[in-house]
């Protein structure tokens, strides 16, 4: 069905081409990160590893980083994007966010929009909502046809290869909460004035189509992950282990790159700063 991405993370990574049930897929598991201290500890740790191997890619200039972050509604997007890049030079990091396509963008193929936000070499880009969104909302709301769909899995991963040809990793993570979670942070908007402004009346028709959207995700992540392009599957309920789960596996494949400074092109014992 799934692999854990090892065995001291919560993490799911998802075998190319192979049935993925969501439902398998417990959202409050966070073992073994559901020591509050140990976590926040290492989340210091791996937000240093992070910064530094970030300065490395930007001075090195040759690859970059792609981060894919997908969810339903509440399921903690934006938390993670900030809390994973807290403290990493903002002039290294590229983020978009894909919304309803504008008119001139409906005129173009589906990843049009999309390239030109791709990062540039030396710098991580985060997609906070992707060219997933033209699979799975248009799906689950019946506006393409599963011909349709089915095609853009194969452009799509195409498009990804693509990019890893062309010296840019692509990390994608899903973040999977329970509905009864959904509830509670929506409840949790609702009632609170600072947060009121997060919440539409659209969300909650939009989660009417729940069970739908499971459907979509699951096998969406199935026939797009690849080895080159890995999905996973993130518990998300606790929002700690969360980051945690997400933060290892970025810092693990910043090591994997190994971005490493250019060396000095001028004879650096003859220059004297006086």
């Given amino acids: 069905m799934a692999s854990a991405h090892s065995a001291t993370t919560p993490a799911v990574r998802v075998r190319p081409s192979t049935p993925l049930r969501l439902a398998d897929i417990d959202p409050d598991n966070n073992k073994p990160f559901d020591h509050k201290k140990k976590v926040e500890k290492r989340l210091e740790e791996l937000r240093e590893q992070l910064s530094d191997y970030q300065e490395n890619l930007y001075a090195e200039h040759r690859q970059s ?10 399921g903690g997007k934006d938390g993670t994007i900030r809390n994973l890049l807290t403290g990493v030079n903002p002039a290294g990091i590229e983020v978009a966010s894909f919304k309803v396509p504008s008119s001139e963008e409906l005129n173009h193929d589906f990843l ?37 769909w089915q095609q853009r899995y194969q452009d799509i991963n195409h498009f990804e290869q693509l990019l890893t040809h062309n010296g840019t990793r692509v990390l994608k993570f899903f973040l999977h909460i329970s509905k009864d979670e959904q ?5 949790a908007r609702l009632n609170d004035p600072k947060k009121r402004w997060k919440f539409e009346p659209g969300d909650l028709k939009e989660r009417q189509y729940w069970d739908a959207y499971q459907i979509a995700y699951q096998e969406t992540l199935a026939a797009t992950s690849t080895p080159e392009c890995p999905w996973y599957v993130i518990p998300a309920n606790d929002k700690r282990a969360r980051d945690q789960a997400i933060a290892e596996i970025v810092v693990a494949t910043l090591a994997e790159m190994n971005p490493q400074p250019p060396a000095a092109t001028f004879d650096v014992a003859a220059q004297v700063v006086e």
């Fill in 65 to 74: 980083l792609l981060l894919v972050f997908q969810a339903i509604d509440t």
């Fill in 112 to 148: 049009w929009r999309i390239h030109k936000h791709t990062p540039g070499r030396g710098h991580i880009g985060v997609f906070n909502r992707s060219h997933y969104e033209d699979v799975l909302v248009t799906r689950v709301h019946g506006l393409i046809e599963p011909f349709t």
């Fill in 183 to 187: 509830a509670k942070r929506l409840q």
